[in-house]
């Protein structure tokens, strides 16, 4: 009978580390389907985003990096002190992942947190002295499905072919 109980029991522990395949005992007569995908039941994050989008966009450009290329933009503002300037996706994604939407076009918004109305640092900027500028590195694997890039700002929209 001892001889029958260790191996029993050796392999009753070892299928229940099995997780949820369909060899772990004690998911037999689960009445819940199992999952058919990685997304988290809750969802991805929805865009908590509350920086509102910022200055008119000036220039746009690519510049080489060892594995991809960094998007630079160029933007102006109405005042200076604009902190937290960043480039970041339209559509709500997971955190450090960066894909196109269905059709190849990676849309992007300029935002960023304006100075407080009596600040020092809220003076009228001289549009060509002061520029603002935020760049965003992709490497070779995001860049691969992405045909062009569509940059937002609050008053115009710049596009950067591949």
């Given at each position: 009978?001892?001889?029958?109980?260790?191996?029993?029991l050796c392999s009753a522990l070892f299928l229940t580390a099995c997780g949820d395949s369909g060899w772990n005992p004690l998911g037999w007569f689960s009445s819940e389907p199992p999952r058919s995908t990685l997304e988290p039941e809750t969802g991805y994050e929805q865009s908590s985003e509350l920086r509102p989008v910022i200055g008119q966009i000036s220039s746009a450009r690519w510049e080489p990096l060892n594995e991809g290329r960094?998007?630079?933009?160029t933007a102006t503002t109405p005042t200076k002190g604009y902190a937290s300037v960043?480039?970041?996706?339209a559509r709500p994604q997971p955190a450090e992942r960066i894909?196109?939407?269905s059709d190849g076009v990676l849309r992007l918004r300029l935002v960023g947190w304006p100075p407080a109305p009596d600040a020092p640092a809220g003076q009228i900027a001289r549009?060509?002295?002061?520029?603002?500028?935020?760049?965003?590195?992709?490497?070779?694997?995001?860049?691969a499905p992405?045909?062009?890039v569509e940059i937002t700002s609050a008053t115009n929209t710049v596009t950067l072919r591949r």
């Open positions: 009978m001892r001889k029958l109980t260790v191996p029993l960094l998007l630079v933009v960043e480039l970041v996706t894909t196109p939407d549009r060509p002295n002061d520029p603002i500028t935020a760049a965003l590195a992709l490497s070779s694997t995001q860049l992405i045909s062009s």
